[in-house]
């Protein structure tokens, strides 16, 4: 039978390799070929250059802020997110009364998890849709309904979420919060509810309040989860290119007012497709690819604790 | 889950019983401090529901306004229930934008499955050279944003002449999603006891049969996890379909997928004094998702979690 192993082996791998290699592996290499020239991507001639580009690309303002835009994200997003959702998650799962029999979650969790986690399921482009209702510059948009309502705001001069520098990117980041807290909610519970019941009654015998068993018992049994979100909403905070480009100001994918949501993948689009410098947007690529590498790396350090066995 | 559990003390008898008392007491400190808790605690969880229900219904309730109401105050009713603008949605495209996503999920969702499991199979099940290297080198690709590799797959498929067709999108699509197909199914497929594929195996099965008519089945549960993972994922894509889909001449069909639609009736209709429309459109975008998600809730986040979880 062991004649026939092979053939089979090579059968099985070829379409996913080749698929998998020719439109993405490929892309990636030759992404740091053409970091290396001039290229304006309509016509095929093109001059080496070295590494002008990453030089430009160290000197532009746009990008550097772009850049700390993403930085503030990839410091904010995963912080917010996994804080709320641990607590979400606690109160679905342990944060009952402990009257009858010791640990249980409050009721309607079951209800509450479906609300919260229905956002995950929307694609962006809905979001886009909501979210510029929602944030309307005028006293029909939802927020400042709200505030006008409860005599926070003058309807006569309403904040314009969504073109003001100073509260563009905060819009954009509560986003990306509303959608995600339900997943990682979902998440955490599963990586709770495998911790055994009686650990929790230990504590609870032990004398600890609500906040010592959260903090000393369900925290450290949850790092591995923690863990794992803290990479994906890293990696989340690299992207955010479909709520910048609908959502902001700007020409060719938003960015605006004056950079102020800039991000790294918007900034890589238009000047790729809209000032058509293909080169120059191959090393910006290149660069954040070494950032998410680099981030990635550190986040899985910096979390790494001595796993618990239970 | 909310149901207490037993009673681990019932009928044990000797010094165990005499810690009752204190027992008792220690429960009564933890429920104390929940009341106060507990008030909190459900205020925060209504507050959240709160806040993810009302921006949707929301802006439903808006496709029954008309323009003038939805530019004026936040708070008024609609005052007449007319399908008006869900027929205006419609009439622009909305279910082209449909049936276009459609027609590339089913195949690519499709592909993906059957690639992804059979690299993922192949790697989990058979030794041989470069094993190790072949499930690092599909793994590796999970990590990075696809838009860093956009330019080179752009000119890539323009060569290719797949610009705007669906199986150039497919293609990508089913590229893009096999790192984590194949890192998905290679664990799961670990997990399959190897007894039924060694019987089948001395039944003189081939290697192919065993795989689709013993292995397949087995991986079911996998699958339907990946798969739901895949369809959301895919259906969510909004910077591929962007660039790869535009129309690449006048007489090109317009094959926009439903973010991409969305968006774009969502820039056209800030000029054309539609936002009702634009609403009905969201809302008919959102059904489909809701009845699947409100349908196999408990698979779709047994789904996307199990996708994060080691």
């Known amino acids: 039978m062991r004649h026939r192993k092979y053939p089979f082996i090579v059968g099985f791998l070829f379409v996913p390799v080749v698929l998998y290699t020719v439109l993405m592996v490929w892309p990636y290499i030759q992404t740091f070929g053409y970091s290396l020239t001039d290229w304006s991507g309509e016509s095929q001639t093109m001059h080496f250059v070295g590494l002008k580009n990453y030089t430009t690309l160290f000197g532009d303002t746009v990008f550097r802020e772009a850049l700390l835009h993403n930085v503030l994200l990839l410091v904010f997003l995963p912080v917010i997110t996994i804080l709320l959702a641990l607590f979400f998650a606690f109160m679905l799962n342990v944060g009952g009364r402990g009257t009858t029999g010791g640990v249980q979650g409050v009721r309607g969790s079951g209800f509450y998890r479906v609300v919260f986690f229905f956002p995950q399921v929307l694609s962006v482009a809905i979001l886009a849709v909501l979210f510029e209702a929602v944030y309307r510059s005028d006293s029909g948009g939802l927020l400042n309904g709200i505030l006008v309502k409860i005599g926070l705001e003058n309807p006569q001069n309403p904040i314009e979420w969504l073109n003001d520098p100073g509260t563009v990117l905060w819009c954009l980041l509560a986003i990306v919060v509303w959608q995600g807290v339900g997943f990682y909610l979902v998440l955490f519970s599963a990586a709770m509810q495998s911790i055994p019941r009686e650990v929790f009654e230990a504590a609870l015998l032990d004398g600890a309040g609500r906040g010592q068993t959260f903090f000393r018992v369900t925290m450290p049994l949850l790092w591995d989860s923690v863990q794992t979100a803290w990479v994906y909403l890293a990696i989340a905070a690299m992207d955010f290119f479909a709520l910048v480009s609908t959502l902001t100001p700007g020409t060719a994918y938003g960015g605006g007012p004056d950079y102020h949501s800039e991000v790294l993948s918007t900034y890589l689009m238009r000047n790729f497709l809209f000032y058509g410098k293909s080169g120059y947007a191959c090393a910006m690529g290149v660069v954040i690819l070494l950032i998410t590498l680099v981030v990635s790396v550190f986040a899985l350090r910096v979390t790494r604790r001595e796993r618990i066995e239970f | ?310």
Not at chain 2, 111 to 126: C, E, K, P, W
Not at chain 2, 139 to 147: K, L, N, S
Not at chain 2, 185 to 199: S, V
Request: hydrophobic content about 50%.
């Open chain 2, 1 to 310: 889950m909310s149901t207490p559990i037993k009673d681990p003390i019932e009928g044990v008898d000797g010094p165990r019983s005499s810690a009752g008392p204190r027992r008792a007491s220690q429960q009564e400190r933890f429920a104390d401090s929940g009341r106060v808790l507990n008030v909190f605690s459900h205020g925060f969880l209504a507050l959240w529901a709160v806040l993810i229900v009302l921006p949707i219904l929301w802006v439903v309730l808006g496709s029954f306004k008309t323009d003038a109401q939805i530019g004026g105050s936040a708070w008024t009713w609609p005052a007449d229930w007319s399908f008006g603008a869900f027929q205006r949605a419609w009439d622009k495209g909305v279910g082209g934008f449909l049936l276009h996503t459609a027609i590339v999920l089913v195949f690519s969702v499709g592909l993906t499955m059957l690639f992804g499991s059979m690299a993922a199979y192949v790697l989990a099940r058979y030794e041989f050279r470069g094993n190790r290297a072949l499930y690092f080198f599909f793994v590796a690709g999970a990590m990075f944003p696809p838009y860093l590799a956009l330019v080179p797959l752009f000119f890539m498929l323009k060569n290719f002449g797949m610009l705007n067709t669906y199986q150039g999108l497919i293609l990508v699509y089913v590229a893009y999603s096999m790192p984590f197909t194949v890192f998905f199914m290679y664990a799961f497929f670990r997990t399959l006891p190897t007894a039924l594929h060694e019987a089948a195996m001395l039944d003189g099965c081939s290697h192919t049969r065993a795989f689709f008519q013993v292995m397949m089945p087995l991986a079911k549960p996998g699958l339907v996890s990946v798969g739901i993972f895949n369809v959301l994922g895919q259906w969510n894509q909004y910077i591929l379909p962007l660039t790869l889909m535009q129309k690449q001449s006048g007489t090109d069909p317009d094959r926009s997928v439903l973010t991409q639609g969305l968006v774009n009736l969502m820039f056209q209709s800030g000029y054309k004094n539609d936002m009702p429309a634009l609403f009905a459109g969201m809302t008919i975008a959102m059904v489909p998702v809701l009845v699947v998600y409100l349908s196999f809730q408990r698979q779709v986040q047994a789904g996307l979690t199990a996708g994060t979880l080691k």
